[in-house]
């Protein structure tokens, strides 16, 4: 949700919870992650969401090609 641009309030209404809790979680992934603002958390989501996507195509056509999908 990130990934596709949701902001603290949205999330907290998606997910119900407080926009507070919501701005923890985010404080916390970003200095696990090393990152210093909201707009580099929001980029490196919707860099994995991308690759996850790929990588997902991927395997979608890996399976057909052996005939599992």
């Not at 909201?38 to 056509?61: G, I, T, V």
């Amino acid at each position: 949700m990130i990934g596709r641009g949701f902001g603290a309030s949205r999330l907290a209404t998606e997910l119900h919870l407080s926009v507070k809790t919501i701005e923890t979680y985010q404080a916390h992934i970003k200095e696990k992650l090393g990152l210093h603002s909201a707009a580099e958390l929001s980029d490196k989501a919707a860099r994995w969401m991308l690759h996850s996507m790929r990588r997902n195509l991927q395997l979608k056509k890996l399976l057909k090609s052996a005939g599992r999908f």
